[in-house]
């Protein structure tokens, strides 16, 4: 398809497990952003991939998450040992640069 | 510490009347701004931006105004349809800032009535 496309629309885990969400962004958009919308909350920044440059990860609320882009394209958000305060909707986005972001519909995380 | 803030988490309209959503920021290096939409189990949509050169940018119903001195930003919906009803995200980055993230506010609710 044409625009992010993100997977698992939907993951229920149980508390301790490790969990992989992929992202799939737009077609040579050099930039990749990972952020999570908590129940009544806004959108949080995660992780922010810009080329070649080193990501962003000043927003990673603690070790046990990190993210991959592999070839500047395709991205792996992973939470490991996941915690009940880890469910969210993780959003993915792409953008040529700065700017007019495009978002995935997101991956509705469920840690019981 | 939140640099984007939308202090109003909602907002009702009566259909045909005009919205406004307002956002305030503390980081004076941001130089440009965007207002995002959100349906639910929806990816937010990009609506409309403007750039600290200007303080106002009009697309169709949708204007954003910009007060660099006061750090605020607002977002006018005239006239407000129920199509209209949705989150609205305010966000902000430094544009010229290579590797800069786009940081958003936590979002307004806004529902319009028929």
């Known amino acids: 398809g044409a625009g992010v496309s993100q997977s698992p629309s939907n993951k229920v885990t149980e508390k301790g497990k490790d969990v992989e969400l992929r992202c799939d962004p737009i077609?040579?958009?050099?930039?990749l952003y990972w952020y999570r919308q908590s129940l009544g909350q806004g959108l949080e920044f995660l992780i922010y991939?810009?080329?070649?440059?080193?990501?962003?990860k000043s927003g990673l609320p603690s070790d046990r998450f990190s993210a991959e882009r592999t070839g500047g394209s395709v991205s792996t958000l992973t939470i490991q040992r996941t915690q009940q305060e880890d469910s969210a909707v993780y959003l993915c986005?792409?953008?040529?640069?700065?700017?007019?972001?495009?978002f995935g519909e997101g991956s509705r995380l469920t840690v019981l | 510490d939140q640099q984007v803030k939308q202090n109003s988490p909602s907002l009702s309209v009566q259909e045909g009347r005009i919205s406004i959503l307002n956002c305030d920021y503390t980081?004076?290096?941001?130089?440009?701004f965007l207002w995002y939409k959100k349906y639910p189990a929806e990816g937010p949509t990009f609506l409309i931006s403007i750039s600290s050169i200007k303080d106002k940018n009009e697309d169709g119903r949708f204007t954003v105004f910009l007060n660099k001195s006061a750090k605020h930003l607002s977002l006018h919906i005239v006239p407000s349809q129920p199509g209209d009803s949705a989150v609205y995200f305010c966000?902000?980055?430094?544009?010229?800032?290579?590797?800069?993230?786009?940081?958003f506010g936590k979002g307004t609710t806004l529902s319009v009535s028929s």
């Open positions: 966000a902000a980055t430094g544009k010229d800032q290579a590797g800069t993230a786009l940081i």
């Open positions: 980081n004076s290096m941001f130089d440009y």
């Open positions: 986005a792409s953008s040529w640069a700065t700017g007019e972001l495009f």
């Open positions: 077609s040579g958009h050099t930039a």
């Open positions: 991939f810009q080329g070649n440059s080193a990501p962003d």
